[in-house]
């Protein structure tokens, strides 16, 4: 009997590189993730080792494949991490450490760009009048021009984690549309006029090409026989989209992994303060938004506290979560990206009493994350022209019942779990079988790779708790923000 065909996924997130392995046909053979570390400098700088992200893309493979014919691997597919960026000379190879989308190097060049953007180029460029990042590509680009004119001189391109890899794989420069999101217009093309802020830059980006394009054949000594077709891919955004379930329009998901992420799929463009709003693609208008830090709380309070990441759940889970709420915290522990795009921002715990411990902390903080996605979902709402009533969830931050409930009853909405929480990997797997003529759309995709497991639906009674909680973190924000300014 002939052995399967294989489809691969792979995630290259902030923390790990997950891999997915499916039969073409849909089953779920196997998934493995690798962890890697990151460098934090007392100084904001936050960086890692792009040898690293290859070290692990062969570990997660090799496991997967063993005991596999690597002939039957028939395609690849990668997502990653966004805003994340390595520099590398003319053969690939990085240059300096990647700068990650958590570095807050570069909030001066991006305040000096954004000023010489004019508000009616803005508006045409993007819809949601996004403002220039401290984690975007151009200011990072202006830093190490300034900063390291040695390596910004020998730079051949500036790459997202996922291109490194493609680069790597198969030889070949690309780039896409949604990863480059900073950069490009609604149509999905390189603004000219803002690459030419930073002399040099629009040289040293790489060409663009549909998520679902085929970069190159995978061929290496360690998979003798092996011509799997490597799909380009995208952000790890889109790549959870996809593999969370979520099918067309009307549909959103919410990912926790290092960051929360939530997208909302809208028939018809749109845009709103402080959402990113997607080029088009086949037909669907994605509204979406980033945090700074959601399992990234869990992490710093759980080395806070001593306690394993599980722990925290369960001192939460000892709080008392009814009638109004206590102790607030805004998780802005590294500056927050959406809605607010303030790399200044910095975390709180208010309104403590001496009658508070750990427990009413724990759950402050869960609660206080899954605030900060309730914002970006009523921004999205607003941009897409509708409600829905229900969200797909993913991500090892939605593992917990507890936190996953929390989620539903701050945002007002059921959450789909579904089985593979690890969705970038199957998204990327999705897109690889796209790419190489598998299924015939997302939806068909999606169909045959995701299960929904549970269902979290919102307690009505926990709403005015959750909405009194919301105003007073939107209020504590604004009141706070001047106190951290230079």
């Not at 590509?137 to 890899?165: G, H, N, Y």
């Not at 639906?457 to 926990?462: E, I, K, L, Q, S």
């Amino acid at each position: 009997m002939a052995e399967p065909r294989y489809i691969l996924g792979v995630d290259l997130g902030t923390t790990s590189l997950k891999g997915a392995l499916f039969e073409v046909g849909g089953a779920l053979v196997g998934h493995h993730g690798v962890t890697y570390p990151t460098m934090r400098h007392a100084d904001g700088r936050v960086e890692q080792d792009p040898a690293d992200w290859l070290a692990s893309f062969w570990t997660v493979v090799d496991r997967l494949l063993d005991g596999r014919d690597p002939a039957t691997l028939v395609a690849v597919g990668i997502c990653s991490q966004v805003n994340t960026y390595a520099f590398v000379d003319a053969a690939g190879q990085a240059l300096a450490p990647a700068i990650t989308w958590q570095d807050r190097r570069s909030e001066g060049e991006a305040a000096r760009l954004n000023a010489l953007v004019d508000p009616d180029a803005r508006a045409r460029w993007w819809p949601s009048g996004m403002a220039i990042s401290a984690t975007h590509m151009l200011p990072l680009m202006a830093w190490m021009a300034a900063a390291r004119p040695d390596i910004w001189e020998r730079t051949a391109k500036v790459l997202s984690p996922k291109d490194f890899l493609l680069r790597q794989l198969t030889g070949q420069w690309t780039a896409d549309p949604l990863a480059s999101f900073d950069l490009v217009d609604q149509a999905g093309h390189y603004i000219p006029a803002l690459l030419a802020l930073v002399p040099g830059a629009a040289e040293r980006v790489a060409p663009l090409a549909s998520y679902r394009s085929v970069v190159g054949r995978l061929s290496h000594p360690r998979l003798p026989g092996c011509s799997a077709m490597v799909v380009n891919g995208t952000m790890d955004a889109f790549g959870c989209l996809f593999g969370s379930g979520v099918s067309g329009p009307g549909e959103g998901s919410y990912m926790s992994g290092t960051s929360e992420i939530v997208s909302l799929v809208g028939d018809r463009p749109g845009g709103a303060p402080g959402i990113v709003s997607f080029a088009p693609v086949d037909g669907w208008h994605v509204q979406a938004g980033p945090t700074q830090s959601g399992g990234d709380t869990l992490r710093w309070l759980a080395d806070l506290l001593s306690l394993p990441h599980a722990g925290v759940i369960d001192v939460a889970a000892r709080a008392d979560r009814t009638g109004e709420p206590g102790v607030l915290f805004l998780p802005h522990l590294a500056g927050e990206r959406a809605p607010y795009w303030d790399a200044q921002a910095r975390g709180s715990f208010l309104g403590m009493t001496s009658a508070d411990g750990a427990p009413d902390l724990a759950l402050a903080a869960l609660e206080g994350v899954a605030v900060s996605a309730r914002l970006i979902f009523e921004r999205c709402c607003a941009a897409i022209g509708s409600r829905p009533d229900a969200l797909y969830i993913g991500g090892t931050g939605n593992s917990a019942d507890l936190w996953a409930q929390i989620r539903a009853d701050v945002l007002g909405v059921s959450l789909h779990r579904v089985r593979c929480l690890d969705t970038g990997a199957v998204g990327a797997a999705i897109m690889a079988g796209l790419g190489a003529g598998l299924f015939p759309s997302i939806a068909a995709a999606s169909r045959a790779l995701v299960d929904v497991t549970r269902t979290f639906v919102p307690d009505p009674a926990r709403a005015a708790r959750y909405a009194t909680m919301t105003a007073r973190y939107e209020a504590a924000y604004h009141l706070l923000k001047d106190l951290y300014r230079r």
